[in-house]
């Protein structure tokens, strides 16, 4: 192929929680493979964890991601109680899964507002940080903490929800509720958005199978999946509420996957209010006995997997981590390949991954003229392809007063 | 016939060792020349979901569990293999059965020194790529 050309995306983009390293092979505009290199946060967490004593552990895993910061710890006191066979008091039940959806409506928000600052639509982005903010409040309020709430222990939960905290929980969510809704229509019924998201990356539900990946990616391409409803954790099986599957696994039905989850997570939250059952929060465990066990939580980006194994001493023997992105990056590799350059970080970023995009972003041409482009080249690219469906739909359609916003 | 009939039904006297120590997680063990065989069979033919594998130094050898998650029961069902040859242990590749268990492969080989044969593309991914041989984070001897 005498046009191939590398482009090298990553490790670093300031936009995003981590670092990770993306080599495009592309002939013209067309993709034609991708290298996807890992490791520059990789920071030895297992190999930590076995000099850690059990109690430790919660908030070393927390710090593994800073945007699913609940789901480490939860995964990891599922799979302790797992080991122990630890009866959890009902109320720390419950508010496992108020953090734990709270957690998932800040993350599909955060994810939301990059995708559209993706695609040039920059108020979407504002937006989606405006509504996210109450969250964090509300985080703070509860737990002390905007981000590394500190809340899952082995037994229960770290702190109660005070009474008088619950009308405010129940306002927040109040007013969350109508954001949606406008993200909802806004979004959805786009015609620029729908041009520009649909057919672009698309995994299909074979690919999503065998790549195994996991949550939203996998829903969004047909694949029924969730942790929550299928193997229960915390106290899931006594609430309802839908699980979100498209077919076409798309961008676009990746979008629509998060964004009807927001509803949900609202409604599973406001369940959990109404529920809320007194008593302890804590089981007060003391030892923890020699076994193993396996823990899973439905994190925002899908299944979360810890397996821990004990020797009978205070520290575990063994403790692997397999977060939701190890399974859903990998399927870069067919989901980018086909596509162009412009939707590169596009579909990049459509898996929500824990990972860096677009800064320090190099075309390497193999003969003399090299070409350099700087971070944000790729964002642009991917801008303006969303400007020309633009001009295109209004030029050909002469629709006035879409509500599209006006960036320029 | 429920799922753990069917493995144990398919499997016969290869599989031993179960364990439900939970309701919905089963552990059993196979020799490590039947691995591809098992892993094929809860994939390919019971529609199962390779979650992911783990491998564990033990004073016996070193260990692999590869979870399979059946997700209409919601039942995980943990493979054994026990590799007792420390020095060079060495088993199977399941990335050519399916690519989701490309990436853990390579991590167990660079983390733990497991070789596995018949690997697409046996090399560093989270390790720098002149990371020293022979030297293996996650062993427990150093």
Redesign the interface.
């Known amino acids: 192929m005498s046009h191939k050309v590398i482009i090298p995306i990553g490790p670093y983009h300031p936009l995003q929680e981590e670092p990770e390293f993306f080599r495009l092979y592309v002939d013209g505009e067309k993709v034609v493979d991708i290298d996807i290199v ?2 520059y946060v ?1 920071r ?1 967490i ?2 930590l964890a076995e000099h850690k004593h059990f109690d430790q552990i919660p908030f070393l895993v927390e710090r593994i991601c800073g945007i699913c910061s609940t789901s480490h710890p939860l995964a990891y006191v599922n799979a302790v109680e ?1 080991l122990a ?1 630890i009866k959890v008091p009902p109320r720390a039940l419950y508010i496992r899964i108020i953090i734990a959806e709270l957690e998932r409506i800040h993350s599909h928000l955060l994810w939301l507002g990059l995708a559209g600052h993706f695609i040039g639509y920059n108020t979407v982005w504002m937006w989606a940080w405006k509504y996210r903010e109450p969250v964090l409040d509300i985080f703070e309020m509860v737990t002390g903490n905007r981000n590394h709430y500190a809340m899952m222990k082995i037994g229960g939960v770290r702190r109660d929800i005070r009474d008088q905290d619950l009308p405010i929980l129940k306002k927040t969510l109040d007013e969350l509720a109508p954001a949606v809704d406008m993200f909802h229509g806004a979004v959805m019924d786009d015609p620029v958005i729908q041009a520009r998201l649909k057919g672009v990356g698309v995994l299909t539900k074979q690919q999503a ?4 990946v996991v949550g939203p990616t996998a829903r969004a391409s047909g694949v029924n ?1 969730d ?1 929550r409803r ?3 954790y915390a106290a899931y099986n006594e609430l309802s509420w839908n699980v979100i599957v498209e077919k076409d696994g798309d961008v676009f039905a990746k979008t629509k996957v998060r964004i009807l989850e927001l509803y949900e997570s609202i409604n599973i939250i406001r369940q959990c209010l109404h529920k809320l059952p007194p008593g302890e929060i804590d089981a007060d465990v003391k030892d923890i006995p020699a ?4 823990g ?1 939580v439905e994190a925002p980006r899908g ?1 979360c ?1 810890h ?1 821990v ?1 004990s020797d009978g001493t205070n520290r575990p ?2 403790h ?1 981590i ?1 977060a939701p992105s ?2 859903n990056v ?1 399927s870069n ?1 067919v989901s980018v390949i086909g596509g162009t350059i412009s939707d590169a970080a596009l579909t990049l970023a459509a898996v929500d991954p824990c990972y860096c995009c677009t800064e320090r972003v190099a075309v390497v041409k193999k003969s003399d003229n090299q070409k350099i482009l700087n971070g944000w080249d790729l964002v642009r690219l991917s801008q303006k392809k969303t400007q020309d469906i633009k001009k295109h739909i209004f030029v050909n359609t002469d629709i006035r007063g879409l509500h599209t916003d006006g960036h320029g | 016939m429920n799922i753990e009939e069917k493995i144990k039904d398919a499997l016969c006297s290869r599989a031993s060792g179960w364990s439900r120590h939970s309701p919905k997680r089963v552990y059993f063990s196979v020799r490590k020349e039947d691995i591809l065989e098992t892993a094929k069979l809860l994939f390919k033919e019971l529609g199962m979901r390779f979650s992911i594998a783990s491998a564990t130094d033990t004073p016996q050898g070193i260990e692999i569990l590869y979870h399979f998650s059946f997700d209409k029961t919601g039942e995980i069902f943990s493979i054994r293999v026990l590799l007792e040859d420390k020095k060079s242990p060495k088993i199977d590749s399941i990335a050519p059965l399916f690519p989701a268990a490309e990436w853990i492969e390579r991590e167990m080989w660079e983390l733990l020194g497991i070789e596995f044969s018949g690997h697409p593309n046996l090399k560093h991914l989270l390790l720098v790529d002149d990371w020293p041989a022979g030297k293996y984070p996650l062993r427990h001897e150093r």
Do not use: Q
């Open positions: 890992l490791g990789h030895g297992e190999e797992d066979k199978i065998d790549w195994c999946i942790i299928d193997d229960p076994g193993e066990g396996i899973r299944e997997f397996y194994k023997v063994r692997k397999r190890y399974m990998a590799k």
